[in-house]
């Protein structure tokens, strides 16, 4: 599985952004898929996952960012809205294909929000 995130960007405080991940594989709606995070300095961090079971945020996040997917187009998105400085970080996605956890991570795309 291959995983190819874009979307990243320089945006203001308070303003909005959107990622997406695309990924390669046959069985795509099968993938529990999530958004994990990385700011300088620090620990990657869970930001949100999506499967069959339900959606799941962060607590940070909650009620700012959206998960979604489109199993026709293999893509998995997070909506990113009233964006905050501490939300600046290199976002991956990743896909969980088994029961052995997070198997697959795309290259990371760069979100910096400016005060």
């Known amino acids: 599985v291959q995983l190819q995130a874009s979307g990243g960007g320089l945006v203001q405080a308070g303003g909005s952004l959107s990622l997406s991940c695309a990924a390669s594989?046959?069985?795509?709606?099968?993938?529990?898929m999530g958004w994990f995070r990385q700011a300088p300095g620090k620990e990657r961090e869970f930001v949100a996952r999506?499967?069959?079971?339900?959606?799941y945020y962060a607590d940070s996040v909650k009620g700012r960012f959206t998960i979604s997917r489109d199993n026709a187009k293999n893509t998995v998105y997070l909506q990113m809205n009233r964006l905050k400085p501490e939300d600046t970080a290199v976002y991956y996605c990743?896909?969980?294909?088994?029961?052995?956890?997070?198997?697959?991570w795309g290259q990371g795309t760069q979100v910096t929000v400016s005060s």
């Open positions: 594989g046959r069985t795509f709606s099968t993938y529990n």
């Open positions: 999506i499967s069959w079971q339900g959606i």
């Open positions: 990743a896909a969980e294909t088994g029961s052995t956890g997070w198997d697959y």
